[in-house]
């Protein structure tokens, strides 16, 4: 039986200017398909795009782990994420070449980058200063949970630090970067203290 149009997800008419040039059989019923497995939300969008990170993370760490040796993971973990920070500064620079050289700098691309790419956190800003900013940042860690899935949990710790150190040196500053860890558990639920300054 084939699906009406009115059937599919909202999403894939927002997101329409991605699948504009996919092209179906005749006698494939291709409605049907976008109905079963397109996501159907902005939420189910922005989980998927993240988990799909994080499993990559997990999965080349876990691979460089079984070549080159178990510490291994912690360098490049760090390494990758520094230059991961560095380049989420860049390109925002090009959009918002103003930014302030600063701490509030920092914050402003660190939650950018929780806002476009990070969903499963959320933040409380309870310093936000030129010379120092501190956030709580709660939620899913999915670094942390994808090293448990794959049992690499125990080489590695949490990369965000480094993510900040990154954007830091892009923007030219020396400041501090300190991430202070009150608690994550066996499913990842996390609670961390960022913090940017003098």
Same mark, same amino acid.
């Given at each position: ?12 008419? $927002? ?26 939300? *902005? ?19 876990? $691979? ?6 178990? $510490? =291994? ?7 990758? *994420?520094? =230059? ?49 900013? $501190? ?11 994808? =090293? ?51």
């Amino acid at each position: 039986m084939k699906t009406s149009i009115a059937k599919l997800p909202a999403t894939y008419a $927002e997101l329409q200017h991605f699948r504009a040039n996919d092209i179906y059989l005749p006698d494939m019923n291709w409605e049907e398909l976008v109905a079963d497995f397109f996501p159907e939300t *902005v939420s189910q969008v922005a989980q998927g795009l993240s988990n799909t990170t994080s499993a990559f993370y997990g999965l080349m760490l876990q $691979e460089i782990g079984n070549r080159f040796g178990s $510490e =291994a993971m912690e360098r490049i973990s760090k390494a990758t *994420v520094y =230059a991961l920070g560095r380049r989420t500064t860049r390109r925002l620079l090009q959009r918002k070449p103003g930014l302030e050289r600063n701490a509030i700098g920092i914050a402003k691309v660190a939650m950018s980058a929780i806002f476009n790419a990070s969903p499963e956190y959320s933040f409380e800003v309870i310093r936000y200063d030129e010379d120092r900013v $501190e956030m709580l940042m709660r939620g899913i860690d999915r670094y942390h949970k994808i =090293a448990r899935e794959l049992d690499i949990h125990t080489w590695l710790s949490s990369p965000i630090d480094a993510f900040a150190q990154g954007i830091n040196d892009e923007l030219g500053l020396s400041y501090k970067i300190a991430m202070e860890v009150y608690g994550i558990d066996e499913e990842s639920h996390c609670f961390y203290k960022l913090s940017f300054g003098i």
